[in-house]
């Protein structure tokens, strides 16, 4: 364990991946200003789906938000030159999960992704060469790492990569009406609209999603078959970056091939002029014990999350139960229609309500598919009566369709939700079991919102 972990290996890896990293979660901050997305997800907005929990987490008044990603943005540049190295990885982190934890309108596994890896980052000696810090004091430079520091992300990354290969083995997506599903909003690209259309795409897309990323950290890892890897990396990213626009997670997982190949190559390629480390000494820190603790318990936790849906009730696909942080990525998409019936405790009376006078479009989307979104719409439509010196019940008729099959109804429409716990643990009695059958006599004629996609 001491070698595998301790063994010291040249660090150009690690530093090429520095300058990249910091230049790729600017880009995000200031894309995040650029496109208009802080302002259309977390500023005009009156309610902000923050994850349960962190309901106290909203975002900052007025022009707060733009600012605070200006931060972001300036923790990135930061951590490209190696200045401060450590507290502006740490200032970004910190921030980066504040702006995840505080919505779910846009959530993606990808967030939750970056905010793993710059976790990582702020314990990675990524600062001892070719940085600001090390010219200020030239002591912290050196030209080696601990085998840890690569070993670390190629563990991260093949745990997200086996489990959302191990995702998608499910009927929806093996017969390609998941991918038929995706590329229908993708008709009018220039070019490529209509092929994506095809039958033989959806095929190639469902398949060689599975095969790449069941396949992709062992070719990568195998120098027979590394150059090969390679090349079918850069199509398979560049190729959801255009279609599915996910930001810079295709230009990051890239960077990541950086410590797959030998260090003697990453070395000639970018850092000539740097001496080479060829040493392989084993360095055995005093603190290698709460270490070695911290490292095994850290991806217990990574291969057990993914798992905890099996203890839910249900499908996970129609729960949602167990969904996030698993690696379930643009794995399935659901459309539906959700109304929600406010009624005054004490009169039993209806009070009127429009839920689109609270929600933009997309939050319109998302509390239309998702049933902890659901549920806590009702808590916050509960709150806004008690504001107003009244108590209310919420009753929800929700009908959804997953992956274009059958509509069914989402909730038990007779349950008050608005005075229902949640319970992050436990199966929710109020969600409509998947496998129920439409009433042949019951014709449901509903406006279904957009398709939402994960």
């Excluded at 270490?291 to 729960?319: E, M, N, S």
């Excluded at 009169?347 to 509390?367: F, G």
């Excluded at 409509?432 to 439409?438: F, G, W």
Aim: aromatic letters at 16%; glycine letters at 6%.
């Amino acid at each position: 364990m001491h070698r595998l972990l301790f063994k010291h290996i040249d660090n150009s890896a690690l530093i090429v991946f520095r300058i990249i990293f910091g230049f790729l979660i600017f880009m995000e901050s200031a894309g995040s200003i650029y496109t208009g997305w802080i302002r259309r997800t977390l500023m005009e907005p009156q309610v902000t789906f923050s994850f349960i929990g962190f309901e106290w987490l909203q975002p900052l008044p007025g022009n707060g938000m733009y600012f605070y990603y200006g931060v972001m943005g300036l923790c990135g540049l930061l951590v490209m030159i190696g200045y401060k190295y450590r507290w502006s990885m740490l200032v970004f982190t910190l921030l980066w999960t504040g702006t995840y934890l505080m919505q779910k309108s846009s959530y993606n596994n990808h967030y939750y992704l970056l905010i793993l890896l710059s976790a990582i980052m702020v314990f990675q000696p990524a600062h001892k060469y070719l940085s600001v810090d090390a010219r200020l004091n030239p002591k912290i430079k050196m030209i080696s790492m601990p085998n840890w520091c690569a070993l670390v992300f190629i563990l991260q990354m093949f745990i997200v990569y086996t489990y959302g290969a191990i995702a998608k083995i499910y009927p929806d997506w093996l017969d390609a009406t998941v991918a038929e599903v995706l590329m229908r909003s993708k008709k009018d690209y220039f070019l490529v609209g209509e092929l994506l259309q095809q039958k033989w795409a959806h095929y190639s897309i469902a398949y060689g999603g599975i095969l790449y990323d069941g396949l992709i950290i062992p070719l990568l890892l195998w120098k027979r078959t590394r150059k090969v890897a390679f090349f079918a990396s850069i199509f398979f990213h560049l190729f959801n970056s255009f279609v599915f626009q996910v930001g810079i997670f295709p230009y990051l997982a890239l960077a990541f091939v950086l410590f797959f190949y030998p260090t003697a190559t990453i070395h000639r390629i970018f850092l000539k002029r740097k001496p080479y480390y060829d040493q392989e000494e084993v360095i055995v820190p005093d603190y290698h014990k709460p270490f070695i603790a911290v490292f095994v318990v850290y991806f217990i936790v990574q291969i057990g999350l993914p798992l905890r849906h099996w203890f839910f009730k249900d499908d996970v696909l129609w729960t949602e139960e167990g969904h996030r942080l698993s690696w379930r990525m643009m794995l399935r998409a659901k459309s539906g229609r959700t109304t929600f019936k406010v009624v005054d405790a004490k009169t039993n009376m209806q009070i009127p309500v429009q839920i689109e006078d609270y929600l933009s479009s997309k939050q319109l989307r998302t509390v239309s598919t998702k049933p902890d979104v659901i549920w806590q719409f009702a808590q916050r439509l509960k709150q806004i009566f008690a504001d107003q010196g009244r108590d209310v019940k919420v009753y929800v008729d929700s009908y959804v369709r997953v992956n274009g099959g059958e509509l069914k109804q989402l909730i038990d429409p007779e349950v008050d939700l608005a005075n229902e716990k949640w319970h992050p643990f436990k199966h929710s009695d109020w969600l409509m079991p998947s496998n129920q059958e439409t009433p042949s006599n019951k014709k449901v004629e509903i406006l279904e919102s957009g398709a939402q996609m994960e």
